[in-house]
């Protein structure tokens, strides 16, 4: 990525931890305890670096150093280690935040105001693969959105040349990270008014019946709660799936249902069953055989 781009990235995602619950928004929020959630009080984040240094630096200064590196327009590696220490960055996240200061192309921030327009997206070509396993973990944050999503995906090439796999997502605020597989095209695009998506590059692209194992994480921000629920669709078949939903303990539902949907869009659920938590808050399930159908978990908070 050109530097621009890569300070743009890194702005975005400290951005959406210092927004997230979670904490380093907790860390900034003793000095701004009204703020609405979507929201960040940079002068409090301010008073956090102010203290983490010592008051080496005025706080109208850090103030602006702050915006500044929150909107992307003055932000090196030195302030990023310094929002790390300061605001007890997690070493994931903040192993993050350095690759998109160095450019990977392993990792990538999508906000809306760097999707393209929806006249100029593309929709998706036929897919050109078959899915031999699924596996996923689906955590909810404090809040009770999705937090977090990791995907471990054994795929099959049906096409001479596989060259990659397109990933969907229902919101356009979070971060996508391929950990084992390939790597992120560099063009994020909208196929419906509620649909994104970005293609992940396979490395090597596969022949076929060659086979590949894949393992992506996604971190949301969700502005807008979604509906109560995590559904795979599975368009052709797939004869191992696995689903984790875990929950937080501070944001437990009333009840979780197993269910099968007719579709994606407009669905009506057509088989469900009663599910427990377990000691972990989470709850999850082995679906064999699923073709054409829409499998998950949905639950209540009430």
């Not at 795929?155 to 971060?175: A, C, G, M, N």
Request: charged fraction near 25%.
């Amino acid at each position: 990525m050109a530097e621009h781009d890569r300070t743009t990235q890194a702005a975005a995602y400290l951005r959406m931890l210092l927004v997230r619950p979670g904490e380093p928004r907790s860390v900034w929020q003793k000095y701004a305890p009204d703020t609405p959630p979507a929201e960040i009080d940079v002068a409090a984040a301010a008073e956090v670096l102010a203290r983490h240094t010592g008051a080496e630096r005025p706080v109208a200064e850090l103030t602006s150093a702050v915006r500044r590196a929150l909107d992307g327009t003055a932000l090196d590696h030195q302030m990023v280690d310094l929002f790390i220490e300061a605001f007890q960055i997690t070493p994931r996240h903040a192993g993050r935040l350095r690759d998109l200061m160095r450019g990977s192309d392993s990792v990538r921030v999508i906000t809306g105001d760097v999707l393209p327009a929806p006249e100029l997206s593309e929709q998706s070509s036929p897919p050109g693969y078959e899915t031999l396993a699924l596996h996923e973990l689906h955590t909810l944050g404090p809040d009770g959105l999705p937090a977090e999503h990791q995907t471990i995906q054994a795929i099959k090439s049906t096409v001479d040349r596989l060259e990659s796999y397109p990933y969907r997502f229902d919101t356009d605020e979070l971060v996508v990270e391929v950990i084992r597989g390939g790597r992120l095209g560099d063009r994020f695009y909208r196929l419906t008014e509620t649909l994104f998506g970005v293609d992940i590059l396979l490395a090597p692209p596969l022949g076929r019946d060659e086979t590949a194992l894949m393992h992506y994480r996604t971190t949301f921000l969700y502005r807008n709660p979604p509906e109560p629920e995590f559904r795979r669709g599975v368009m052709h078949s797939t004869k191992d799936i696995t689903i984790w939903v875990k929950f937080h303990p501070d944001r437990l539902p009333a009840r979780v249902w197993s269910a099968r949907w007719d579709r994606l869009h407009h669905a009506q659920i057509m088989d469900q069953q009663l599910v427990e938590l377990d000691d972990e808050f989470s709850v999850h399930s082995r679906f064999d055989a699923v073709e054409q159908a829409i499998v998950g978990f949905y639950w209540s908070w009430d």
